[in-house]
């Protein structure tokens, strides 16, 4: 036997209420919405602002790259003016690494450029004790034509056209190691020159019985800083 309930107009009001009897009709909820009332934000926005300012933070990356670093080091700036500048992302060496007329004690892990991380090494003058130049480096393994083409894609959206570009083949006397050098000057004057290094095929079939360099590990590297600091590029 079917059994069926009726109720009132005051019981409908009661089941159409919101608790405490406030009004949940989808005009008071408009209202509330365009006003900003933090009421009309429901669970499903929350979660999804959450999402979208998570997604944003992840997507952040670990350094801005080579205009981040121009723009915050100073040319002549001391190593403890380095570590202040870029605070938690640089890590101070134990023993300084030598570089011909430079050495380093402070280097930036996973600095981004072209959406790849590269390692970067503050060149300090022998002799001053100064930011001299800063090289970034990608990991041999990483150093690879695809990465060296997103670099240059970068580089060009940010300072426009190369000044100049030079290309070495892979001859005998090189260990059959191809190589590239791009080479930019930034509204400021700072040289900027990006190089790839690679080995070819070549170098395994050509080398045997030969007292050249043979094998040569690819490179891929920027050298940034004041003009006269940078070599030449087909140097």
Known sequence: MAVFLFCGPDQARKRHAAPGGAPTNMAERHRKAATGDPASRTPGRLIGATVLAFAAFALQPAGAGVQDLLEQARWGASSQTLVRTFGDRATVLDAPIRFGDSYVDLVLNDEQVGGYAFKVYFQMDRERGGLKRIHLERPHHGAVAGVFRSVLDELEAA?????????????????????????????????????????????????????????????????????????????
Request: charged share 20%; hydrophobic share 35%.
């Open 159 to 235: 300072y426009g056209p190369p000044s100049r570009v030079c290309a070495v083949p892979p001859t005998g006397a090189r260990g059959y190691q191809r190589a590239e050098t791009v080479l930019w000057q930034a509204d400021d004057g700072a040289i900027v020159r990006a190089t790839f290094r690679d080995t070819t095929l070549g170098a395994l079939e050509s080398c045997l019985g030969r007292s050249v360099p043979c094998r040569l590990t690819a490179r891929l590297f920027l050298q940034l800083g004041p003009p006269g600091a940078i070599p030449e590029p087909c140097g």
